[in-house]
Protein backbone atom coordinates (compact mmCIF):
# COMPACT_ATOMS: atom_id res chain seq x y z
CA UNK A 1 0.00 0.00 0.00
CA UNK A 2 2.73 2.36 1.13
CA UNK A 3 4.28 1.63 -2.23
CA UNK A 4 1.45 2.69 -4.48
CA UNK A 5 1.23 5.69 -2.50
CA UNK A 6 5.05 6.56 -3.35
CA UNK A 7 4.94 5.91 -6.80
CA UNK A 8 1.40 7.76 -6.55
CA UNK A 9 3.11 10.86 -5.39
CA UNK A 10 6.45 10.54 -7.71
CA UNK A 11 3.77 10.56 -10.90
CA UNK A 12 2.06 13.80 -9.61
CA UNK A 13 5.35 15.25 -9.11
CA UNK A 14 6.48 14.84 -12.62
CA UNK A 15 2.79 15.84 -14.16
CA UNK A 16 3.43 18.89 -11.95
CA UNK A 17 7.13 19.72 -13.92
CA UNK A 18 5.84 18.83 -17.31
CA UNK A 19 3.10 21.19 -16.97
CA UNK A 20 5.63 24.18 -15.40
CA UNK A 21 8.05 23.65 -18.15
CA UNK A 22 8.14 25.83 -21.89
CA UNK A 23 6.95 24.14 -24.78
CA UNK A 24 8.07 25.14 -27.59
CA UNK A 25 4.69 25.49 -30.34
CA UNK A 26 5.06 23.94 -33.76
CA UNK A 27 4.32 27.50 -35.63
CA UNK A 28 6.91 29.41 -33.38
CA UNK A 29 9.74 26.02 -34.30
CA UNK A 30 9.08 26.62 -37.61
CA UNK A 31 9.64 30.53 -37.07
CA UNK A 32 12.81 29.87 -35.70
CA UNK A 33 14.18 27.21 -38.36
CA UNK A 34 12.86 29.13 -41.51
CA UNK A 35 14.79 32.60 -40.38
CA UNK A 36 17.92 30.72 -40.00
CA UNK A 37 17.49 30.04 -44.12
CA UNK A 38 19.46 32.55 -46.30
CA UNK A 39 16.67 34.25 -48.26
CA UNK A 40 18.82 36.94 -50.01
CA UNK A 41 19.06 37.35 -53.96
CA UNK A 42 21.41 39.11 -56.24
CA UNK A 43 21.17 39.72 -60.19
CA UNK A 44 23.62 41.06 -62.75
CA UNK A 45 20.93 42.68 -65.96
CA UNK A 46 22.70 43.56 -68.97
CA UNK A 47 21.27 46.56 -71.08
CA UNK A 48 23.14 46.75 -74.57
CA UNK A 49 22.05 49.76 -76.46
CA UNK A 50 21.49 49.53 -79.42
CA UNK A 51 20.76 46.08 -79.06
CA UNK A 52 22.84 43.89 -81.63
CA UNK A 53 23.26 40.48 -82.49
CA UNK A 54 23.85 37.63 -79.73
CA UNK A 55 27.08 37.92 -77.62
CA UNK A 56 28.10 37.11 -74.52
CA UNK A 57 29.87 38.72 -71.23
CA UNK A 58 31.91 37.40 -68.18
CA UNK A 59 31.27 38.03 -64.83
CA UNK A 60 33.44 37.07 -61.96
CA UNK A 61 32.34 37.17 -58.10
CA UNK A 62 29.00 36.81 -57.36
CA UNK A 63 26.74 36.33 -59.26
CA UNK A 64 29.80 34.82 -61.51
CA UNK A 65 29.30 32.89 -65.09
CA UNK A 66 28.68 33.68 -68.91
CA UNK A 67 25.96 35.44 -69.71
CA UNK A 68 24.45 35.19 -73.21
CA UNK A 69 23.41 38.61 -74.60
CA UNK A 70 20.62 38.45 -76.66
CA UNK A 71 17.78 40.34 -77.84
CA UNK A 72 15.38 38.25 -77.14
CA UNK A 73 16.26 37.32 -73.89
CA UNK A 74 15.91 38.60 -70.13
CA UNK A 75 20.20 38.45 -70.05
CA UNK A 76 20.19 38.24 -66.35
CA UNK A 77 22.56 36.26 -64.53
CA UNK A 78 21.20 35.55 -60.67
CA UNK A 79 22.23 33.87 -57.64
CA UNK A 80 19.56 33.09 -54.51
CA UNK A 81 19.49 32.24 -51.23
CA UNK A 82 22.13 34.41 -50.13
CA UNK A 83 22.61 35.47 -46.50
CA UNK A 84 22.38 38.88 -45.42
CA UNK A 85 25.71 40.60 -46.25
CA UNK A 86 28.44 42.12 -49.06
CA UNK A 87 28.62 40.57 -52.11
CA UNK A 88 30.88 41.91 -55.41
CA UNK A 89 30.30 40.74 -59.41
CA UNK A 90 32.74 42.40 -61.69
CA UNK A 91 32.48 42.18 -65.73
CA UNK A 92 35.88 40.96 -66.66
CA UNK A 93 35.30 39.71 -70.50
CA UNK A 94 33.12 42.04 -73.53
CA UNK A 95 32.22 39.15 -75.89
CA UNK A 96 34.57 39.91 -79.43
CA UNK A 97 31.32 40.70 -81.68
CA UNK A 98 30.64 43.57 -78.69
CA UNK A 99 34.40 44.49 -78.32
CA UNK A 100 34.51 44.56 -82.78
CA UNK A 101 31.77 47.49 -82.65
CA UNK A 102 33.32 49.36 -79.55
CA UNK A 103 30.53 48.94 -76.70
CA UNK A 104 32.00 49.84 -73.54
CA UNK A 105 29.99 50.06 -70.22
CA UNK A 106 28.90 53.95 -69.74
CA UNK A 107 26.54 52.89 -66.54
CA UNK A 108 26.04 50.70 -63.28
CA UNK A 109 22.80 51.49 -61.94
CA UNK A 110 21.24 49.52 -58.54
CA UNK A 111 17.84 49.45 -57.39
CA UNK A 112 18.48 50.15 -53.93
CA UNK A 113 20.55 53.02 -51.71
CA UNK A 114 22.63 50.31 -50.24
CA UNK A 115 24.54 49.01 -53.62
CA UNK A 116 26.54 50.81 -55.90
CA UNK A 117 28.36 50.41 -59.54
CA UNK A 118 31.50 51.54 -60.48
CA UNK A 119 31.99 52.11 -64.02
CA UNK A 120 36.06 52.14 -64.06
CA UNK A 121 36.32 48.83 -62.87
CA UNK A 122 33.28 47.59 -64.42
CA UNK A 123 31.89 46.37 -60.98
CA UNK A 124 28.70 46.19 -58.68
CA UNK A 125 29.03 45.88 -55.05
CA UNK A 126 25.54 44.21 -53.39
CA UNK A 127 24.54 45.74 -49.98
CA UNK A 128 22.33 42.55 -49.17
CA UNK A 129 19.96 42.76 -46.31
CA UNK A 130 17.88 39.89 -45.03
CA UNK A 131 15.52 39.00 -47.79
CA UNK A 132 15.97 41.18 -50.23
CA UNK A 133 16.33 41.05 -53.48
CA UNK A 134 19.23 43.64 -55.56
CA UNK A 135 19.41 43.96 -59.45
CA UNK A 136 22.58 45.95 -60.48
CA UNK A 137 22.01 46.78 -64.16
CA UNK A 138 25.23 47.07 -66.42
CA UNK A 139 24.57 49.54 -69.63
CA UNK A 140 26.97 48.78 -72.81
CA UNK A 141 26.46 51.77 -75.38
CA UNK A 142 28.43 51.51 -78.60
CA UNK A 143 31.25 53.87 -78.96
CA UNK A 144 30.41 57.08 -81.37
CA UNK A 145 34.08 57.15 -82.31
CA UNK A 146 35.30 56.43 -85.73
CA UNK A 147 38.42 53.21 -84.98
CA UNK A 148 40.61 52.79 -87.86
CA UNK A 149 41.57 49.92 -89.47
CA UNK A 150 44.31 47.64 -88.05
CA UNK A 151 47.17 46.04 -90.91
CA UNK A 152 49.67 48.59 -92.86
CA UNK A 153 49.72 52.78 -92.48
CA UNK A 154 52.61 54.82 -93.36
CA UNK A 155 53.33 57.96 -90.96
CA UNK A 156 54.23 60.87 -92.12
CA UNK A 157 56.55 63.17 -89.72
CA UNK A 158 55.78 66.52 -91.37
CA UNK A 159 58.36 69.37 -91.27
CA UNK A 160 58.83 71.03 -88.24
CA UNK A 161 60.75 72.22 -85.21
CA UNK A 162 63.13 71.93 -82.62
CA UNK A 163 64.12 75.34 -80.20
CA UNK A 164 66.60 75.33 -77.64
CA UNK A 165 67.41 78.07 -75.05
CA UNK A 166 69.85 78.48 -72.32
CA UNK A 167 73.31 77.88 -73.13
CA UNK A 168 72.80 77.05 -76.87
CA UNK A 169 70.36 79.62 -78.68
CA UNK A 170 68.99 78.58 -81.97
CA UNK A 171 66.39 77.18 -84.07
CA UNK A 172 66.49 74.30 -86.26
CA UNK A 173 64.21 72.91 -89.04
CA UNK A 174 63.05 69.53 -88.60
CA UNK A 175 62.67 67.99 -92.37
CA UNK A 176 60.15 65.55 -93.47
CA UNK A 177 60.10 62.32 -93.00
CA UNK A 178 58.27 59.07 -94.37
CA UNK A 179 58.17 55.15 -92.89
CA UNK A 180 56.00 52.40 -93.40
CA UNK A 181 54.67 50.04 -90.26
CA UNK A 182 51.93 48.80 -88.90
CA UNK A 183 49.11 49.86 -86.81
CA UNK A 184 47.32 47.41 -84.17
CA UNK A 185 43.65 47.89 -82.74
CA UNK A 186 42.41 46.49 -79.36
CA UNK A 187 40.37 46.66 -76.67
CA UNK A 188 37.13 47.31 -78.66
CA UNK A 189 39.43 50.45 -80.22
CA UNK A 190 40.26 51.90 -76.95
CA UNK A 191 44.18 51.21 -77.33
CA UNK A 192 46.51 51.72 -80.55
CA UNK A 193 49.52 50.43 -81.17
CA UNK A 194 52.02 52.09 -83.87
CA UNK A 195 54.89 49.74 -84.95
CA UNK A 196 58.11 50.36 -87.19
CA UNK A 197 56.47 54.16 -87.95
CA UNK A 198 59.64 55.52 -87.45
CA UNK A 199 63.33 55.69 -86.90
CA UNK A 200 63.29 58.34 -84.55
CA UNK A 201 61.48 56.67 -81.80
CA UNK A 202 59.99 53.31 -80.52
CA UNK A 203 56.66 51.71 -80.87
CA UNK A 204 53.71 54.39 -80.53
CA UNK A 205 50.58 53.09 -77.64
CA UNK A 206 47.92 55.60 -77.43
CA UNK A 207 45.03 55.28 -75.62
CA UNK A 208 41.79 56.72 -76.31
CA UNK A 209 40.11 60.11 -74.62
CA UNK A 210 36.45 60.74 -74.10
CA UNK A 211 36.03 62.87 -77.07
CA UNK A 212 37.46 59.50 -79.18
CA UNK A 213 40.95 61.73 -79.67
CA UNK A 214 44.12 59.70 -78.64
CA UNK A 215 46.66 60.75 -76.66
CA UNK A 216 50.20 58.48 -75.86
CA UNK A 217 54.09 58.62 -76.19
CA UNK A 218 57.09 56.56 -76.83
CA UNK A 219 61.05 56.64 -76.15
CA UNK A 220 63.18 58.00 -78.18
CA UNK A 221 66.79 59.53 -77.31
CA UNK A 222 67.33 61.56 -75.12
CA UNK A 223 63.52 62.42 -74.40
CA UNK A 224 60.05 60.69 -74.21
CA UNK A 225 57.95 62.04 -77.23
CA UNK A 226 53.95 62.47 -76.69
CA UNK A 227 51.65 62.22 -79.38
CA UNK A 228 47.95 63.03 -80.02
CA UNK A 229 45.67 61.72 -83.16
CA UNK A 230 42.62 62.53 -84.62
CA UNK A 231 41.28 59.61 -86.61
CA UNK A 232 39.38 61.48 -89.41
CA UNK A 233 37.92 58.59 -91.28
CA UNK A 234 38.77 54.39 -91.22
CA UNK A 235 41.82 55.16 -92.89
CA UNK A 236 43.18 58.59 -92.18
CA UNK A 237 44.61 59.46 -89.04
CA UNK A 238 46.36 63.44 -87.92
CA UNK A 239 48.04 64.19 -85.16
CA UNK A 240 51.21 66.47 -83.83
CA UNK A 241 54.04 65.11 -81.59
CA UNK A 242 56.12 67.03 -79.01
CA UNK A 243 58.59 66.80 -76.82
CA UNK A 244 61.19 68.65 -74.32
CA UNK A 245 64.42 67.50 -73.17
CA UNK A 246 67.63 69.38 -71.08
CA UNK A 247 70.78 68.47 -72.30
CA UNK A 248 74.30 70.36 -71.35
CA UNK A 249 72.48 73.78 -70.06
CA UNK A 250 70.00 73.54 -72.47
CA UNK A 251 66.18 73.47 -73.08
CA UNK A 252 65.01 72.14 -76.26
CA UNK A 253 61.66 71.76 -77.65
CA UNK A 254 60.54 69.49 -80.43
CA UNK A 255 57.16 69.87 -82.35
CA UNK A 256 55.77 69.11 -85.87
CA UNK A 257 52.49 67.31 -87.08
CA UNK A 258 52.10 63.93 -88.44
CA UNK A 259 49.37 61.81 -90.65
CA UNK A 260 49.14 57.87 -91.14
CA UNK A 261 47.23 56.81 -94.03
CA UNK A 262 46.56 53.00 -94.52
CA UNK A 263 48.12 51.06 -96.92
CA UNK A 264 45.66 49.75 -99.58
Same mark, same amino acid.
Given at each position: M??Q????? +?L?R ?11 ? !???Q ?6 ? +? #???T?I???I +?E #??? $?A???T?E?T ?7 ? #??Q?N ?5 G ?5 ? !??A @? ?5 ? @?SA????VD ?12 V????AN ?5 G???V ?7 S ?11 ? $?? @?? /? @?M??T /?T? *?R?LPLI ?5 G ?9 T??? !?????E?S =??I ?6 C?? *? /???Q $?T #? &?????TWD?Q ?10 ? *?F??? /???CT &??? =??E ?5
Amino acid at each position: MQSQQGSTA +ILARTLVLLACSPILS !TTAQETAGSAA +I #PTGTVIIEAI +IE #PAT $SADSLTFEGTPSGVLVVD #PNQQNRLAVEGLSAGSY !TSA @LTEIGPH @LSAQGYAVDRIRCDDDNSTGDVSSRTANFNLEEGETVVCQFRLAASTCVCPRAGSWTG $SN @LP /G @LMVCT /GTM *ERTLPLIASRQRGTLRVSDGCQTLIA !TKMSDEYS =DVIMKRGPDCGY *E /GSAQ $ST #P &MEIFFTWDVQNEEYITGSLHS *EFAQQ /GATCT &MSR =DLELRFNE
